[in-house]
């Protein structure tokens, strides 16, 4: 099987792809006029506004949702293979991937938000949805909601169980099996209390896990501050082959960093518009601009203090492109989560791995909550005029089994399923935020205007920008109107 997993992954993670992601950044960095350095401020104010509703959660509340999906395995275990098997090189691509990345991010968030809907009493939306009231493409909506829920409910939750019961062994000598049982009965109190039980579960663990985390990483980098710029200058010169030792790993630098970075911060993945789409906010744009925040918080943050960790105690192995090793740092210990327990254990002997265990565990749960609230709202968008809730029931233990499943399944095959789902996802989003970018576009154009006009909370109405069937912000805009 993994001869199979490995031969489809070499077709949807083509070059072509790679470079798709980075080129489609740098089009949307420029369309926007590099919107993610110009709004940051607004970025943060954006986060911090909204509340919640009885139909949708709040602005902080969504980045939240949005953050437990991208901070996660890919942070810890991802970074790490990332160097693995593209050199300390991959870094930078990863930080370029989520720099424009963030642009990407917004149009994606920004098109969720515009044609959401109210279901059941909920705001639902994301690619499925806008793929059919922006572009009129059914079928393609349909094939797009079918993929994302066999990714984020069958594929990915795998590489998240399979790395939280791989560092609890590690940590603490638990069986996988042990470690399995625990998640399946936790997910299983969660997700059947639905979307806002996980809204009210990610709020509280996702900030206080990603400032913990980031705040021991300082201590290790701080413990060798000196080695910093030589780390620095690594990075940069592996990226563009000029470092003397991994000079040439250069595309197997950009293919691995953009790989693992678009799988950490999920930008064009079309993951993240899901999320926005739930908020409860008074402009579209508002909202694409968090999101586009927490591509930031994802890579340059979180994804940065491992890289640091891991590369200045020098606690990493990696492949050269004839599969010989190019440099050893850690003998006999597989790419992955290990690297990093053993830099943090170098620093804080007795403690370093058994911190980095219980961090991940919290990353990668709250990841598998996400792609659960994700796979549900397409399931929503298939069946938004059935009663679903046998169906829901199915999906709900389809997803504990693959929890469970991917605790003992290898390390490889976890990796290789999920970057499958993550591959078909990207494809089939690019393409659609590519054809659909004008009125993602014309909310950002129209959100400064009223700024520049004095506005400090811009209101949004889809007529006078001539965007069509965005149906619940007429609504919204006319009962304003008659309230006057």
């Known amino acids: 099987m993994q001869a199979t997993v490995d031969w489809i992954n070499g077709w949807v993670w083509s070059p072509a792809l790679v470079y798709l ?67 300390p090189g991959a870094i ?9 990345g963030a642009a990407t991010a917004y149009i994606e968030s920004a098109l969720g938000q515009i044609y959401k809907i109210e279901h059941h009493g909920q705001y639902r939306g994301g690619p499925a949805y806008y793929i059919e009231k922006g572009l ?127 799988y950490s911060n999920e930008a064009g993945q079309g993951t993240g518009p899901h999320a926005a789409a739930a908020a409860e906010v008074p402009h579209p744009a508002a909202q694409g601009l968090v999101q586009a925040f927490s591509v930031y918080i994802d890579t340059l943050f979180v994804c940065s203090a491992t890289a640091f960790m891991i590369l200045i105690t020098g606690t990493y192995n990696v492949t050269g492109p004839d599969g010989g090793q190019v440099f050893t740092g850690l003998a006999n210990i597989a790419a992955g989560t290990g690297f990093t327990q053993a830099a943090m254990e170098q620093v804080l002997p007795g403690f370093g791995a058994v911190f980095v265990a219980i961090a991940l565990f919290f990353f990668a749960f709250t990841t598998v909550l996400a792609y659960y609230y994700i796979a549900e709202t397409n399931l929503a968008y298939l069946t938004r005029n059935l009663r679903s809730e046998v169906l829901i029931f199915v999906l709900r233990v389809g997803l504990i089994g693959s929890a469970l499943y991917g605790c003992v399944r290898t390390s490889d095959l976890a990796w290789g399923l999920g970057d499958i789902g993550v591959g078909v996802m990207a494809w089939l989003n690019l393409v659609a935020i590519i054809v659909l970018q004008k009125p993602a576009l014309l909310a950002l154009k129209d959100y400064e205007a009223q700024q520049a006009r004095g506005r400090a909370i811009p209101e949004f109405d889809p007529r006078p920008l001539g965007i069509e069937n965005a149906e619940l912000w007429v609504a919204r805009a006319d009962k304003r109107k008659r309230a006057g």
């Open 21 to 87: 992601c980075l080129l489609i950044g740098l089009y949307f960095s420029i369309r926007t006029r590099f919107m993610q350095v110009r709004h940051f401020g607004e970025m943060l104010r954006a986060m911090r506004r909204g509340e919640s509703s009885e139909a949708g959660v709040s602005s902080f509340q969504a980045l939240t949702i949005a953050l437990s999906g991208r901070v996660g395995t890919g942070n810890i275990a991802g970074v790490a293979t990332a160097i693995g098997f593209g050199g």
């Open 92 to 100: 930078f691509w990863m930080w370029m991937v989520a720099f424009l």
């Open 136 to 262: 009129g493409w059914r079928v393609y909506a349909i094939v797009f909601a079918v993929a994302t829920m066999i990714a984020c409910g069958l594929l990915l939750p795998g590489i998240q169980t399979n790395s939280i019961a791989a560092s609890m062994e590690n940590a603490f000598g638990v069986a996988p099996a042990v470690t399995g049982t625990i998640i399946v009965i936790l997910l299983g109190l969660i997700i059947f209390g639905g979307v806002r039980r996980i809204a009210q579960v990610t709020q509280i663990v996702v900030p206080f896990m990603a400032l913990g985390y980031i705040l021991a990483a300082a201590v290790v980098v701080l413990l060798n501050i000196e080695k910093v710029p030589e780390v620095i200058s690594l990075i940069l010169s592996s990226a563009f082959g000029l470092d003397a030792g991994f000079g040439a790993m250069i595309g197997l630098a950009i293919q691995w960093g953009v790989k693992r970075g678009v």
